[in-house]
């Protein structure tokens, strides 16, 4: 964690304490629950934090805001799911009388089979470039519905015996949602197995591993894949290389902290492994036409 001002919750019992909502989840690995749980006490806005878990949350006719990265979405009394993956730069303001439900869950509570063609396609939402607010419909919202009631049935049981049963109804979740998403955006091309896992895996990697290296070799080292063989599938995969990508994740994450917070320059640029505050200086002009201060101002 860069700062300490930035909340990283590593616990899913640790966000809900944050939240002050009264909330406590019977197991470390995944929490079912629906927004009626939630106490009248809860924090009506969440400063910027990070999680190293997952969230879906389904939402009807609530007033929600929330940014994630400099990205910034506005729910006003329509049907949504909102994502919180690993790593994000998250933050949001809600009015407390939402309706609607909630997973969160830890990767471990999932299985990602690598040698199984068709898990991408199952587990896409979770990939951490896709959106991570949509809007739906309600008879979207019906049917997500069902299965969260399915959820929580096996959830609010005595004994938590019925885990695996509950990652059944949540990976039913992703094919739901992952229809939706197909529904209403141009369907994804397809790509041969191997270098969409290696894609994803990426992806997933940087935004846990970011501030701790920043270069392709370690991450091509992480994934047991040389160098090469790493610039080719995402080249084929997402059309950009992984330095265009890990740049563009380094810019995002330093506007959203240049912007939410008051951690100085030099902080910052030693967070993500700069050599100096003019390397990030220049870095962050090369990017964006203006340097950290200059986007700064133009913020104030």
């Given at each position: 964690?860069?700062?300490?001002?930035?909340?990283?919750?590593?616990?899913?019992?640790?966000?809900?304490?944050?939240?002050?909502?009264?909330?406590?989840?019977?197991?470390?690995?995944?929490?079912?629950?629906?927004?009626?749980?939630?106490?009248?006490?809860?924090?009506?806005?969440m400063p910027l934090f990070r999680t190293?878990?997952?969230?879906?949350?389904?939402?009807?006719?609530?007033?929600?805001?929330?940014?994630?990265?400099?990205?910034?979405?506005?729910?006003?009394?329509?049907?949504?799911?909102?994502?919180?993956?690993?790593?994000?730069?998250?933050?949001?303001?809600?009015?407390?009388?939402?309706?609607?439900?909630?997973?969160?869950?830890?990767?471990?509570?999932?299985?990602?089979?690598?040698?199984?063609?068709?898990?991408?396609?199952?587990?896409?939402?979770?990939?951490?470039?896709?959106?991570?607010?949509?809007?739906?419909?309600?008879?979207?919202?019906?049917?997500?519905?069902?299965?969260?009631?399915?959820?929580?049935?096996?959830?609010?049981?005595?004994?938590?015996?019925?885990?695996?049963?509950?990652?059944?109804?949540?990976?039913?979740?992703?094919?739901?949602?992952?229809?939706?998403?197909?529904?209403?955006?141009?369907?994804?091309?397809?790509?041969?197995?191997?270098?969409?896992?290696?894609?994803?895996?990426?992806k997933k990697l940087v935004s846990e591993?970011?501030?701790?290296?920043?270069?392709?070799?370690?991450?091509?080292?992480?994934?047991?894949?040389?160098?090469?063989?790493?610039?080719?599938?995402?080249?084929?995969?997402?059309?950009?290389?992984?330095?265009?990508?890990?740049?563009?994740?380094?810019?995002?994450?330093?506007?959203?902290?240049?912007?939410?917070?008051?951690?100085?320059i030099y902080d910052i640029a030693m967070?993500?492994?700069?050599?100096?505050?003019?390397?990030?200086?220049?870095?962050?002009?090369?990017?964006?036409?203006?340097?950290?201060?200059?986007?700064?101002?133009?913020?104030?």
């Amino acid at each position: 964690m860069p700062f300490k001002s930035i909340h990283k919750f590593t616990e899913i019992n640790q966000f809900h304490h944050a939240a002050q909502g009264g909330l406590h989840s019977k197991s470390d690995d995944v929490h079912v629950f629906r927004f009626s749980d939630i106490s009248k006490g809860v924090v009506t806005e969440m400063p910027l934090f990070r999680t190293t878990f997952y969230q879906i949350g389904l939402m009807r006719q609530a007033n929600f805001k929330m940014s994630v990265y400099e990205n910034e979405y506005t729910l006003e009394n329509l049907f949504a799911l909102v994502f919180f993956k690993p790593g994000q730069l998250i933050r949001f303001a809600s009015d407390p009388n939402w309706d609607g439900y909630v997973i969160h869950f830890k990767t471990a509570f999932i299985s990602i089979p690598n040698d199984n063609s068709e898990a991408l396609k199952r587990f896409s939402i979770l990939d951490p470039s896709r959106e991570s607010f949509l809007i739906i419909q309600e008879s979207d919202f019906k049917e997500l519905a069902e299965v969260y009631e399915k959820m929580l049935c096996e959830y609010e049981k005595p004994l938590l015996s019925n885990l695996s049963i509950i990652e059944l109804y949540l990976q039913i979740l992703f094919h739901k949602v992952n229809d939706i998403f197909e529904r209403d955006n141009q369907p994804k091309e397809t790509f041969s197995t191997r270098k969409e896992q290696i894609s994803f895996q990426f992806k997933k990697l940087v935004s846990e591993k970011l501030r701790e290296t920043k270069t392709i070799n370690d991450f091509a080292d992480m994934l047991f894949v040389t160098p090469k063989y790493l610039i080719e599938a995402l080249k084929e995969t997402i059309g950009a290389s992984p330095k265009e990508y890990v740049d563009n994740r380094i810019i995002a994450e330093t506007k959203t902290l240049l912007r939410y917070t008051n951690q100085s320059i030099y902080d910052i640029a030693m967070a993500y492994q700069f050599r100096d505050q003019a390397h990030f200086s220049n870095f962050f002009r090369q990017q964006t036409s203006m340097t950290p201060l200059e986007y700064r101002k133009a913020l104030a």
